[in-house]
């Protein structure tokens, strides 16, 4: 049933232009008149053209007159008469004139816009990032931290078969997920001695005040926003969050992955109050913890990426 349902999610859009489409053919087919439904094709044209581009949407206009067609041609008296043969093909060929005009039309627009939103995200990523790296370069202990877990969290996603944007909100979340600890202290953060109460209590609100940076910048960065928020969030199968609380909304599967990626990379990098474990021991510490403090899909995941990664080694 959770296969179906991440399936359904996944592929909602293809459906809904399925859907749509299959109801006019219906409509073509059953009705008396089916010039009165044509126009009807233009909705799940113009529907997978807004949402998946201009090629899927000029096959969808051509499936379309495809289908139009196979009914005119077991039902010719439904779509031609006698006294107007002329105009009836005219009628039917400048309705699949301009299905597959529209088509193309919505979806160049579609990918413009799609391009410069890539563009201007790549942009308020480049410039985050930058203020990341300024960070970590006062750390050498967390020196390409972010860009590593980066890596790691976005391998995990596609070995998971994650939806491309998936991926990429993923990859740009652990690239981010650490940008909220430019508002706590340097002294803090390389602090060798065991922290105060107060000073732990500051590191534990990184995730919320980078989830409001990202914020800032508006809608550009929407989708890597509750990943970062909920990065350091734990998993658990009764639906409890973090120390015991409940959570009314279930941590985002990319926040999961994400934080097993940012606790590998914890674990086996040296920090000024203990050194680096290796990445096998990393390995079962975060498959101990699986169905805890980790997600088990997650897990299996990561395991398969970390032991080609240690295979090479």
């Known amino acids: 049933m959770e296969r179906f349902k991440q399936f359904a999610f996944k592929n909602f859009e293809a459906i809904l232009i399925f ?16 010039s009165i439904v044509l126009n009807f094709y233009y909705l799940p044209v113009l529907v997978a053209s807004y949402f998946l ?33 002329l105009q009836d093909i005219g009628r039917l060929s400048s309705w699949g004139g301009f ?30 990032e930058i203020l990341s790296k300024y960070l970590e370069s006062t750390d050498r202990y967390t020196k390409g931290h972010s860009v590593r877990v980066s890596e790691l969290a976005m391998e995990v996603a596609i070995a998971m ?9 993923i990859r740009v979340a652990g690239l981010l997920h650490d940008i909220g600890k430019i508002e706590i202290s340097g002294q803090i953060l390389r602090k060798a001695a065991d922290l105060t ?92 913890n699986a169905g805890k403090q980790f997600d088990p899909q997650v897990v299996e995941a990561f395991k398969r990426v970390i032991d080609k990664k240690l295979e090479t080694i």
């Not at 053919?25 to 089916?34: A, I, K, M, S, V």
């Not at 969808?60 to 006294?83: D, E, G, K, W, Y």
């Not at 078969?161 to 909100?169: A, I, K, Q």
Request: glycine share 6%; net charge negative; hydrophobic share 40%.
């Open 19 to 34: 859907a749509i489409l299959l109801s006019a053919f219906l409509g073509t087919y059953l009705l008396d008149d089916p």
């Open 53 to 85: 581009g201009r090629r899927m949407g000029l096959l969808t206009a051509i499936l379309s007159i495809l289908l139009v067609l196979v009914c005119a041609l077991f039902f010719p008296s439904r779509f031609f008469s006698q006294n107007m043969l």
């Open 99 to 128: 299905l597959i005009l529209a088509s193309v039309t919505v979806g160049s627009l579609y990918e413009m816009n799609e391009r410069q939103l890539h563009d201007l995200k790549n942009a308020y990523v480049g410039i985050v």
């Open 161 to 169: 078969d994650l939806h491309r944007t998936d991926v990429e909100n």
């Open 197 to 288: 109460t107060e000073e732990r209590e500051q590191i534990n609100k990184h995730a919320e005040k980078g989830a409001r940076i990202l914020s800032s910048v508006g809608s550009v960065l929407k989708e890597v926003v509750p990943i970062v928020m909920a990065h350091h969030e734990y998993f658990s199968n009764n639906g409890d969050g973090k120390d015991g609380k409940s959570k009314d909304i279930e941590t985002p599967l990319g926040a999961r992955i994400l934080a097993v990626a940012d606790s590998f990379d914890a674990m086996t990098t040296d920090r000024p109050y203990r050194k680096g474990m290796p990445p096998w021991q990393a390995r079962e510490e975060i498959t101990v």
